[in-house]
């Protein structure tokens, strides 16, 4: 049995290198670079003001006070989406917005609640405050500069991130191709919600759940018809799900019993398994194997198992994929405020709900089989075997659920 770090080297090991293509910055949320983008212009692109107000020179109004205002002559107006030509002469004024070019000649901007205008002479500007050089001015170039690295190989395309993409006037970027992954769902039980249910029938929730996930992790996900435990049927929906998919995702029949086909039927289609069973709780006898270029990973069927051992081996795997330099779950540190406790022998990953205050509790009943923790929970916490941690002892939250 493999422990989970080289389980998880040997997966990402195996998995291909990424494709690039173009993705419209509108698509572009959530995909990876797999190009170092460098600034095509400066940001800001001018010097423009930070504030609604006048643009002056700030020797001009150097002796400005509030008892005694320094008067400059208004000369012209500059709202966002215009420019001014020319040259602004000493003692006087523009009218400036936030986001105005600043004015030629200008070099800051004094704030409008700074000024007063008289009634009689309107032409005129009182200025009632001094400003530095620069003062209320961003600067061409202060934010980015033309040729600096907006993002490199390997990074998450946030909403911040393409902002700034947009910011440098970009349309288009290279990021990693997202796997096509088929979903499959086996077990003679399992009926699909909204159907009746027969006498011994479940309904399956495990295709719904790590479709979910995939979205997040950034895949595309083919769900497939439910598939009964006949050697048969697993071998057919293997090899369909393998046709129109990169890799597939089974869940249920990877453990010992005679109804667990999915091993044999995996090798009968020509696929080669790599591993199987991980020291892990919830999820030991998760399956890896190779068919051709393309990827198995056989999850357990309780759905615990299955969305557990799916975040810990299959998610990196696909960021991996698509190029992410990151690929392990988002993470922090939080303190227990009770204790959890694995008294069995392998790494218990213990669903867990966190709060703002980074406190950590249970999140319910830890059985495989139980879902209503799962719904509880935001977060798991890897227990060591044997072990009880304490509740104030600071530990590692991996992150999911949302
Ligand atoms: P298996 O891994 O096939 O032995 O299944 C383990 C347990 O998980 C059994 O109780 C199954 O009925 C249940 N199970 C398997 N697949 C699913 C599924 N897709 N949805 C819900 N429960 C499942
Ligand atoms: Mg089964």
């Known amino acids: 049995m493999l422990e989970l770090e080289e389980a998880l080297a040997r997966i990402l090991a195996t998995v291909p290198a990424p494709v690039s293509e173009t993705v419209s910055l509108s698509a572009a949320h959530g995909r990876i670079s797999t190009a170092r983008i460098a600034a095509p212009i400066d940001l800001p692109i001018f010097d423009n003001s930070a504030m609604d107000g006048y643009a002056v020179r700030a020797a001009n109004v150097a002796p400005a006070r509030a008892d005694a205002p320094v008067r400059l002559r208004l000369r012209g107006r500059v709202a966002a989406g215009e420019s001014f030509t020319g040259e602004m002469a000493d003692d006087t004024c523009i009218r400036v917005f936030t986001g105005s070019p600043l004015p030629s000649g200008a070099d800051a901007v004094v704030m409008q609640e700074d000024t007063r205008v008289e009634a009689e002479r309107s032409e005129d500007i009182l200025v009632m405050e001094a400003?530095?050089?620069?003062?209320?001015?961003?600067?061409?170039?202060?934010?980015?500069?033309?040729?600096?690295?907006?993002?490199?190989?390997?990074?998450?395309?946030?909403?911040?991130?393409?902002?700034?993409?947009?910011?440098?006037?970009?349309?288009?970027?290279?990021?990693?191709?997202?796997?096509?992954?088929?979903?499959?769902?086996?077990?003679?039980?399992?009926?699909?919600?909204?159907?009746?249910?027969?006498?011994?029938?479940?309904?399956?929730?495990?295709?719904?759940?790590?479709?979910?996930?995939?979205?997040?992790?950034?895949?595309?996900?083919?769900?497939?018809?439910?598939?009964?435990?006949?050697?048969?049927?697993?071998?057919?929906?293997?090899?369909?799900?393998?046709?129109?998919?990169?890799?597939?995702?089974?869940?249920?029949?990877?453990?010992?019993?005679?109804?667990?086909?999915?091993?044999?039927?995996?090798?009968?289609?020509?696929?080669?398994?790599?591993?199987?069973?991980?020291?892990?709780?919830?999820?030991?006898?998760?399956?890896?194997?190779?068919?051709?270029?393309k990827l198995l990973f056989g999850l357990p069927g309780n759905p615990v198992s299955a969305l557990v051992t799916f975040l810990l081996l299959v998610r990196p795997a696909l960021r991996r994929w698509q190029g992410a330099a990151d690929v392990s779950l988002p993470a922090h540190s939080g303190v227990l405020a009770e204790a959890l406790a694995n008294p069995g022998p392998r790494r218990h990953f213990i669903r867990v709900k966190v709060d703002a205050d980074g406190k950590v509790f249970s999140a319910g009943v830890q059985a495989s089989h139980v879902l209503s923790s799962l719904a509880e929970a935001n977060g798991l916490v890897d227990v060591p075997p044997g072990t009880t941690l304490m509740a104030g002892t600071t530990v590692r939250v991996l992150r999911w659920g949302d």
Not at 165 to 172: E, F, I, P
Not at 211 to 221: E, M, N, T
């Open 131 to 293: 400003v530095k050089p620069w003062e209320n001015v961003r600067l061409r170039g202060e934010d980015i500069k033309q040729g600096s690295v907006l993002a490199k190989v390997g990074d998450q395309l946030t909403a911040g991130r393409i902002s700034l993409l947009a910011a440098s006037g970009l349309a288009q970027i290279k990021a990693g191709r997202q796997p096509v992954i088929g979903l499959l769902a086996t077990g003679s039980e399992l009926r699909e919600p909204g159907e009746a249910l027969g006498p011994g029938k479940i309904y399956e929730s495990n295709r719904i759940g790590l479709s979910a996930l995939l979205r997040h992790a950034g895949a595309d996900s083919r769900i497939f018809p439910l598939v009964p435990d006949t050697a048969k049927d697993v071998r057919e929906a293997l090899e369909l799900a393998f046709k129109q998919c990169d890799a597939v995702v089974t869940s249920g029949g990877v453990s010992v019993g005679e109804m667990d086909f999915i091993k044999s039927a995996f090798e009968a289609v020509g696929g080669k398994l790599e591993f199987w069973r991980v020291a892990v709780k919830p999820g030991r006898p998760f399956v890896f194997g190779r068919y051709g270029e």
